[in-house]
């Protein structure tokens, strides 16, 4: 059973930084590109970043670009998202999810639960 | 950037036929997949490549994609149906539509 589990959300103020993990288990980590999904509180989704099964290629929106940097060890499924010089509109239940087949730009078949990004002073 | 635009809202009786629209330029030259998110739940991928159900996904739910516009078709929708549906393609990223509501009244 594929299962994405995310950690590391929290309250943190406007200009810190934020590490969140999504631990994958279920399938072959490596084979799978995978992406973060936020979503603000009551609103909809925006993709925010994706990384390729080998970890060498990686995408971001341009809403975050130059802050944001994903990662991924495969020695322990684990894909990250380092978030830096955070602003209040990142306020987000942030998603790890993984793609249907092995590419980068096709849908997601399974997402985590997520986890709650609160930028506030 | 792309923009595919949905409505916010739409309402249907049970067991009647409900249309959802997605919209974007040159839409149809692109595949679309259609999620399903209940309130407090992950999304729910129930359509993929335009067409496509996953395995578990019921077979009213449906989808086509042509022109500028795709559309997710619930048959016979039932009360469980009740969730907010975003479509999604792919661009130079992966752009979200911003969410519709359907209501089972």
């Known amino acids: 059973e594929v299962q994405l589990v995310e950690s590391g959300g929290g309250l943190v103020q406007p200009g810190g930084s934020l590490r969140l993990s999504c631990v994958a288990s279920?399938?072959?980590?490596?084979?799978?590109?995978m992406s973060w999904v936020r979503q603000p509180p009551g609103k909809g989704l925006e993709w925010v970043s994706a990384?390729?099964?080998?970890?060498?290629?990686?995408y971001y929106a341009d809403s975050v670009k130059g802050r944001f940097t994903i990662s991924r060890d495969t020695s322990k499924s684990t894909l990250y998202l380092q978030m830096n010089s955070l602003r209040a509109e990142d306020t987000a239940v942030y998603y790890c999810?993984?793609?249907?087949?092995?590419?980068?730009?096709?849908?997601?078949?399974?997402w985590g639960q997520g986890t709650l990004v609160t930028v506030s002073s | 950037s792309y923009e595919l635009t949905q409505p916010p809202s739409v309402s249907v009786s049970p067991g009647q036929t409900a249309s959802i629209t997605c919209s974007g330029d040159?839409?149809?030259?692109?595949?679309v997949c259609w999620y399903q998110q209940k309130p407090g739940q992950s999304p729910v991928l129930v359509i993929y490549q335009d067409n496509k159900r996953p395995s578990g996904i019921p077979e009213r739910f449906s989808g086509s994609n042509s022109g500028n516009t795709a559309t997710l078709t619930i048959s016979g929708t039932q009360a469980i149906d009740e969730a907010d549906y975003y479509c999604?393609?792919?661009?130079?990223?992966?752009?979200f539509g911003g969410g519709t509501k359907l209501t089972v009244l």
């Open positions: 999810a993984k793609v249907i087949v092995a590419s980068i730009w096709v849908p997601f078949d399974y």
């Open positions: 279920g399938f072959t980590f490596s084979n799978y590109a």
């Open positions: 040159k839409l149809g030259d692109k595949f």
């Open positions: 990384i390729s099964g080998r970890g060498d290629r990686t």
């Open positions: 999604q393609a792919w661009d130079s990223s992966a752009v």
